[in-house]
Each structure stands twice: as structure tokens, then as C-alpha cells.
């Protein structure tokens, strides 16, 4: 299973990202994606999660209302898009999948990519 993430970069604070996992070797339509973040010190944290369609999606409380999951099973990539950044979302973020549950705790995910660095200046 590969999971490879892209898209980080450094933004101004208020600015947008687009992130993006491309997949291969899992059935992606039956897994459950997620991505998460870990900043320098800090645990590992649950960003947003979404279910095999995407018709259900999770998120973190610190992204809510500004940070959207999305996924293409037709093209095994889930997506990320960041909006009003702030420096305080200054970490490394990964994808990750697993098979069923219905926990987003790092332990429960089966699967995880590199990370991609996102860096908000303010």
C-alpha cells in the first residue's frame, strides 16, 4: 500500500491549500481515509475523515468550518482544502486509511504516507 501525499507549501496567514493523497494497492472505495497533522512537539492530530463515498465526513474541532475532505474513487485520491489558514495549522500532514472503525485515533488507522509540510506565516 502506497499512500503519497502532495500539495503543502508555505502560505500567508488567511490564505488556502489544496492537498492531495494519491493511493494504490488497497481498495480505496472501501477504505476510510483520513488525514492527520503533528507540529513540532506535539502529538500526532486528527484532522478530517471521511467514509467510503464521502458522504459522511469527520473533522477535528480546531478545522471545522475551515478545512473540507473530499475524495475520487475513480481516481483513489482524497483531498484536503485548507481555508483561512493560521499559523497555528503549521504542521506536517498525512494520509491515512484504514479498513473499518469508527474511531479516528492515530492507532486505528492501518495505513499511513509521508507527510507534506504545510508552514503559515504571520
Same mark, same amino acid.
Given at each position: %500500500?502506497?499512500?503519497?501525499?502532495?500539495? #503543502? &507549501?508555505?502560505?500567508?496567514? /488567511?490564505? +488556502?491549500?489544496?492537498?492531495?493523497?494519491?493511493? $494504490?494497492?488497497?481498495?480505496?472505495?472501501?477504505?476510510?481515509?483520513?488525514?492527520?497533522?503533528?507540529?513540532?512537539?506535539?502529538?500526532?492530530?486528527? %484532522?478530517?475523515?471521511?467514509?467510503?463515498? #464521502? &458522504?459522511?465526513?469527520?473533522? /477535528?474541532? +480546531?478545522?471545522?468550518?475551515?478545512?473540507?475532505? $473530499?475524495?475520487?474513487?475513480?481516481?483513489?485520491?482524497?483531498?484536503?482544502?485548507?481555508?483561512?489558514?493560521?499559523?497555528?495549522?503549521?504542521?506536517?500532514?498525512?494520509?491515512?486509511?484504514?479498513i473499518f472503525g469508527r474511531t479516528w485515533r492515530p492507532d486505528d488507522m492501518a495505513y499511513w504516507g509521508k507527510g507534506t509540510l504545510v508552514t503559515v506565516s504571520s
Amino acid at each position: %500500500v502506497q499512500l503519497q501525499a502532495s500539495g #503543502g &507549501g508555505l502560505v500567508q496567514d /488567511g490564505g +488556502s491549500l489544496r492537498l492531495s493523497c494519491a493511493a $494504490s494497492g488497497l481498495a480505496f472505495s472501501r477504505s476510510l481515509m483520513a488525514w492527520f497533522r503533528q507540529a513540532p512537539g506535539k502529538e500526532r492530530e486528527f %484532522v478530517a475523515g471521511s467514509s467510503w463515498t #464521502g &458522504g459522511y465526513t469527520n473533522y /477535528g474541532d +480546531s478545522v471545522k468550518g475551515r478545512f473540507t475532505i $473530499s475524495r475520487d474513487n475513480d481516481q483513489s485520491t482524497v483531498y484536503l482544502q485548507m481555508n483561512s489558514l493560521k499559523p497555528e495549522d503549521t504542521a506536517e500532514y498525512y494520509c491515512a486509511a484504514k479498513i473499518f472503525g469508527r474511531t479516528w485515533r492515530p492507532d486505528d488507522m492501518a495505513y499511513w504516507g509521508k507527510g507534506t509540510l504545510v508552514t503559515v506565516s504571520s
